[in-house]
C-alpha cells in the first residue's frame, strides 16, 4: 500500500521540502514526508471520530465507536460466507470488464477507422452515455431476475459507453503524418494497425477502461442494494435491516478497500506496460 | 476541432454536403448588407445537417427497440411506440396555463432536480475550494491524500444505507449522497489541474509581480479550466446515477421513485416512460453542459490548434 501512494505522489515530497528551506536532519525529513503527513491526517480523522462518539454527539445507532468498527472489520474480514460474497462482487466486476473489454475495443478500432461511421457512433454513444444506467434497474430486475445476468447486463450498459468512446477517440486521434509514412512503407492495413494505430491509441483505452472500473462498481454495488442475491451490497443491507450500524460502517470501509484495491491494480498495470506514456497518471475523468 | 471532423465525413453525408455548400455559396457570393443573417442562417442549416448526418444511428436503436420489443413479446418490454405515447400522456399536457407539463412532471421530476441541483453545487462549491486549496498547498495535499483517495474508493451507493440509518427518508439523505459521490471527481481533478500549472508560467507571473488576486484570475484559474471542468462533467453524470438509485433505495417522491413504484403496481408502459423522461433530461444536461464547455474553453482549444500548427 505504501509504495503505491507513494509513487502517486511522487512530486510531493521534493516541493514540501523546498517549502521548508534549510535542508533538516533525518528525523525531521521523515516526518515531514508525504507518508508521514497521510497518517496524520487519517490519524486527525480517527481521533475527530472518537471524539463525536465517546461525547455522543451524534446518535449511537448512527456513529459507533472506532474501535467497534474496527473489531467488525476483523469479524468480517475473516468470515467466510463474507468472504464469497466479496468474490462474488469480484467475479461480476471481473466479468463484465472483461466482456466489456472483448467487444467494446475491437468495435471501437472499426468504427474509429471508418470515417464514415465516426460521427455518428460518438453521437449515439454521447446518447446513451447520459441515461443513468441504474434507472433501469427495476426493467432488469423484472427482465433477467436477480441473479448474475442481471447484474452483468446492467454493468456492461452502463460500461460499456466509456470504453468504446476512448477506443474510438484514441484510433480517430492517431497522428496523420504517422499513417501517411506508413502508406508510404506500403504496410498492410493490419500492419499499419498493429505498428501505428494500436500504440498511439492503448492509452486513451487504458484510460477508458480506469474510467469503467470505478462505474462498474458503483453500478454492481448499487443493484445489490436495491434487489440481488449476493454481493458485497446485499451484506450491507442486511446488517442495516438488523439494524447492526457498526457492521454496516465495517461493510463500507471494506468496500473502499475492494475498490482501492481494484483500482490501483489497474493503475500498476497500466504504467508496467504501458511505459511510453508519462502523461498525468491521474488526469481525466475518476469516478 | 469540428471543422476538421466535418471535412472528412462529408463525402458520406449528404445533407451536409448541402450546408457545406451554402457556407461555400454565402462566402464567394460578395458581402451584401444581410450577409450576416444569410450566414447564421446558413449555419444553423449546418447544424440541422450535422445533426441529421450524425444521429441516424440513434434513431436505427429506438427501430431495434421497436422490433425487438414486438418479437419478444414480454409485458416487462413494451414496445418504444407504447412507452413514447406513455412518456407524452404521463408528462406532457395540452394545458398551457401549466406550461404544457402535467402535475406528475412538476412534482416527480422538480423534486428530483432540486435535489440533484443542490449536491451538485454543493459538491462544486466544496470541490473547487478544497481542490484549489490542497493544488496551491504541497504539504495539505500529503495530509489529505489518503483520505481522498480511500474515500474516493468508497462506491458511494454503499453508503446508501448508512444515509438512511442517520438521516431517515428524507431529502437530506439523497443531497449528501450526491455530495459524497460528486464532491471527490471535482476536487481531484481541481488539485491536478492546479498542480499541472506550467511552472515557467508561474514564474512568469512572479517575475511579472503580478498580484495575488490578479494571478488567481488570469493565471491560475484559466490553466486549471480544462481539467476542472472535466471534473465537472464526469461528476454531473454520477450525480445523476445517485439522484436515480437513492430514490429508488428510499424516497417518497421523484422520478426514481415514480419508476419503482410503477414496477411495483405492474405499470410496466408507464414505467419505461419514466427511464424516457430521465433519459431525455439526462440528454438535455449532458448537452447544455458541452455548449458551456465549447464556450468556456473556446481559447484553450484555439491555443492548442495554433500550437498544433506552428
Not at chain 1, 123 to 139: E, N, Y
Not at chain 1, 228 to 235: F, Q, R
Not at chain 1, 237 to 251: H, N
Not at chain 2, 148 to 153: A, E, P, T, V
Amino acid at each position: 500500500m505504501s509504495s503505491t501512494s507513494v509513487q502517486t505522489l511522487d512530486k510531493a515530497p521534493s516541493k514540501a521540502r523546498a517549502a521548508a528551506g534549510a535542508p533538516a536532519g533525518p528525523l525531521a525529513r521523515a516526518l515531514r514526508s508525504p507518508l508521514a503527513l497521510g497518517l496524520l491526517g487519517v490519524g486527525f480523522l480517527v481521533a475527530l471520530w472518537q471524539v463525536a462518539s465517546s461525547l455522543g454527539l451524534v446518535a449511537r445507532e448512527s456513529l459507533p465507536a472506532p474501535w467497534t468498527v474496527t473489531l467488525r472489520i476483523k469479524d468480517l474480514a475473516l468470515s467466510g460466507d463474507f468472504r464469497l460474497q466479496v468474490l462474488d462482487t469480484v467475479y461480476t466486476w471481473f466479468l463484465s470488464m472483461a466482456l466489456t473489454t472483448a467487444v467494446a475495443v475491437p468495435l471501437g478500432i472499426v468504427l474509429g477507422t471508418v470515417a464514415a461511421l465516426y460521427r455518428p457512433t460518438v453521437t449515439v454513444v454521447h446518447a446513451l452515455r447520459s441515461v443513468p444506467a441504474t434507472v433501469f434497474i427495476p426493467a432488469s430486475v423484472l427482465l433477467f431476475g436477480l441473479g448474475l445476468s442481471m447484474k452483468l447486463a446492467l454493468t456492461v450498459f452502463a460500461i460499456f459507453g466509456p470504453i468504446l468512446l476512448n477506443t474510438v477517440y484514441g484510433v480517430h486521434n492517431t497522428e496523420p503524418q504517422l499513417l501517411t509514412v506508413a502508406r508510404s512503407m506500403r504496410w498492410s492495413r493490419f500492419q499499419t494497425l498493429r505498428r501505428v494505430v494500436l500504440p498511439s491509441a492503448l492509452p486513451s483505452i487504458v484510460t477508458g477502461i480506469r474510467v469503467a472500473s470505478g462505474i462498474a462498481l458503483i453500478v454492481i454495488v448499487s443493484v445489490e442494494l436495491l434487489g440481488a442475491s449476493y454481493g458485497i451490497g446485499t451484506v450491507i443491507v442486511k446488517y442495516q435491516g438488523i439494524p447492526r450500524p457498526d457492521f454496516v460502517y465495517a461493510g463500507i470501509i471494506l468496500a473502499g478497500v475492494l475498490g482501492w484495491l481494484l483500482y490501483t491494480t489497474l493503475a500498476a498495470i497500466e504504467r508496467r506496460s504501458l511505459p511510453w506514456t508519462r502523461r498525468g497518471t491521474d488526469a481525466g475523468g475518476r469516478s | 476541432m469540428t471543422e476538421t471532423t466535418s471535412t472528412e465525413t462529408t463525402s458520406t453525408a449528404r445533407a451536409e454536403q448541402d450546408a457545406a455548400r451554402a457556407e461555400q455559396g454565402t462566402e464567394s457570393g460578395g458581402r451584401p448588407p444581410l450577409a450576416g443573417l444569410a450566414e447564421a442562417a446558413s449555419s444553423a442549416g449546418t447544424a440541422l445537417g450535422r445533426a441529421a448526418a450524425y444521429s441516424w444511428m440513434v434513431a436505427l436503436l429506438l427501430i431495434a427497440w421497436e422490433v425487438g420489443s414486438r418479437l419478444y413479446q414480454s409485458p416487462y418490454f413494451p414496445t418504444f411506440s407504447e412507452s413514447a405515447g406513455a412518456f407524452f400522456t404521463n408528462w406532457f399536457t395540452t394545458d398551457a396555463s401549466r406550461g404544457f407539463v402535467t402535475e406528475q412532471f412538476t412534482t416527480d421530476l422538480g423534486n428530483s432536480m432540486a435535489r440533484a441541483g443542490q449536491g451538485w453545487l454543493i459538491s462544486v462549491v466544496v470541490g473547487l475550494c478544497a481542490g484549489i486549496a490542497l493544488g496551491v498547498s504541497a504539504r495539505a495535499a500529503a495530509v489529505f491524500n489518503p483520505l481522498i483517495r480511500f474515500g474516493m474508493s468508497i462506491p458511494a451507493t454503499a453508503l446508501l444505507p448508512l444515509a438512511v440509518v442517520v438521516f431517515g427518508v428524507t431529502d437530506e439523505m439523497n443531497v449528501s449522497l450526491i455530495v459524497i459521490g460528486t464532491v471527490f471527481p471535482i476536487l481531484i481533478n481541481t488539485m491536478d489541474g492546479v498542480q499541472g500549472i506550467d511552472r515557467t508560467v508561474i514564474m512568469t507571473a512572479r517575475s511579472m509581480r503580478m498580484g495575488k488576486v490578479r494571478y488567481f484570475f488570469t493565471v491560475l484559474l484559466p490553466g486549471a479550466s480544462p481539467q476542472i471542468i472535466s471534473g465537472l462533467r464526469v461528476s454531473l453524470g454520477i450525480g445523476l446515477i445517485l439522484m436515480v438509485v437513492s430514490e429508488l433505495f428510499a424516497a417518497t417522491n421523484g422520478i426514481g421513485y415514480y419508476i419503482v413504484l410503477a414496477s411495483r403496481q405492474f405499470r410496466y408502459v408507464d414505467m419505461w416512460s419514466g427511464v424516457l423522461l430521465i433519459a431525455v433530461i439526462g440528454l438535455l444536461l449532458n448537452v447544455a453542459f458541452a455548449l458551456v464547455e465549447a464556450r468556456v474553453l473556446r481559447w484553450h482549444r484555439e491555443s492548442r490548434k495554433r500550437a498544433g500548427s506552428a
